[in-house]
Nanobody
Framework: VQLQASGGGLVQTGGSLRLSCAAARRISSNNAMGWFRQAPGKEREIVAAINWNGGVTYYTDSVKGRFTISKDIAKGAVYLQMNSLTPEDTAVYYC??????????????????WGQGTLVTVSS
């Protein structure tokens, strides 16, 4: 298993969760990483992305100012801190590792390795 996502759960509106993605150290060190989500009945979408050294990040508009993506290369991990959650954030969240390293990629076809997904449910 290359990627392992965890940290999902049930939270009330306005609450916070921190998702973690444990990656093989080689992947976390050399690759750009991303978090995607898929809500019921919707297509999977990019949430946030980060380049190999954390110097470049991307956030989809709906999470800007609320979510923070970060990498801990020493631990081989990527995190998604999610604050001020709303029911619209309810989804299965996936971490992924890209083939490239330099950018915070938004296209799914740039990602080679995928975690199994962790469910985030935000109640109103």
């Amino acid at each position: 298993v290359q990627l392992q996502a965890s940290g999902g759960g049930l939270v009330q509106t306005g609450g916070s969760l921190r998702l973690s993605c444990a990656a093989a150290r080689r992947i976390s060190s050399n690759n750009a990483m991303g978090w995607f989500r898929q809500a019921p009945g919707k297509e999977r979408e990019i949430v946030a992305a980060i380049n190999w050294n954390g110097g470049v990040t991307y956030y989809t508009d709906s999470v800007k100012g609320r979510f923070t993506i970060s990498k801990d290369i020493a631990k081989g991990a990527v995190y998604l801190q999610m604050n001020s959650l709303t029911p619209e954030d309810t989804a299965v969240y996936y971490c992924a590792a890209a083939l490239g390293s330099g950018g915070a990629y938004t296209e799914e076809n740039k990602y080679r390795y995928w975690g199994q997904g962790t469910l985030v449910t935000v109640s109103s």
